[in-house]
T-cell receptor
Framework: SQQGEEDPQALSIQEGENATMNCSYK?????LQWYRQNSGRGLVHLIL?????REKHSGRLRVTLDTSKKSSSLLITASRAADTASYFC????????FGTGTRLLVSP | SQTIHQWPATLVQPVGSPLSLECTVE??????LYWYRQAAGRGLQLLFY??????ISSEVPQNLSASRPQDRQFILSSKKLLLSDSGFYLC????????????FGAGTRLSVL
């Protein structure tokens, strides 16, 4: 079964707004990753947060992790049209299990 | 630097025909290799993974098989394609099992008609 479930399934915002995506998982983790997928392309790794970290930043990305709630969030600040893509969380040791993804549409 | 090549980009095959998708990685040795399938608008389903030459783990019993004849080559095959084999196939590699950050190929869009 899917380890991660993203929420919302789809998100539509205007350029300059912030986008927040949430991920829930079911079992204990060592780390959690977020990936981005442009339409019809392969996935690209964005950021990894370890189980002992609560927050991590990378450029306009901010990831939080709450292991007590088994949830993570990805915040994209000051979004751009180029951020339009699907975003997936993933967990796992040797095998990654991906969530169903959030489709983000950023309109100019 | 490491690169991953996956081909072909698109493929249209009749039902009952064979399949061979190839994935190669450059610039690294002994990578972990993965095959995923993605249905339209959905997440990724892990099909096979390999931690070394000739070592293949199957995650989902199905009409497909995988082989790793060389260290940096991973092949996805089928003897007879089914309509349900249509989808977007992605190959990926990683080198650190602890973090397991994966690097993906561009994908193959397979349509079985």
């Amino acid at each position: 079964s899917q380890q991660g479930e993203e929420d919302p399934q789809a998100l539509s915002i205007q350029e300059g707004e912030n986008a927040t995506m949430n991920c829930s998982y079911k079992t204990s983790i060592n780390n959690l990753q977020w990936y981005r997928q442009n339409s019809g392309r392969g996935l690209v790794h964005l950021i990894l947060i370890r189980s002992n970290e609560r927050e991590k930043h990378s450029g306009r990305l901010r990831v939080t992790l709450d292991t007590s709630k088994k949830s993570s969030s990805l915040l994209i600040t000051a979004s751009r049209a180029a951020d339009t893509a699907s975003y997936f969380c993933a967990t796992g040791f040797q095998k990654l299990v991906f969530g169903t993804g959030t489709r983000l549409l950023v309109s100019p | 630097s490491q690169t991953i090549h996956q081909w072909p980009a698109t493929l249209v095959q009749p039902v009952g025909s064979p399949l061979s998708l190839e994935c190669t990685v450059e610039g690294t040795s002994n990578p972990n290799l993965y095959w995923y399938r993605q249905a339209a608008g959905r997440g990724l389903q892990l099909l096979f993974y390999s931690v070394g030459i000739g070592q293949i783990s199957s995650e989902v019993p199905q009409n497909l098989s995988a082989s790793r004849p060389q260290d940096r080559q991973f092949i996805l095959s089928s003897k007879k394609l089914l309509l349900s084999d249509s989808g977007f196939y992605l190959c990926a590699w990683s080198w650190d099992s602890a973090k397991n950050i994966q690097y993906f190929g561009a994908g193959t869009r397979l349509s079985v008609l």
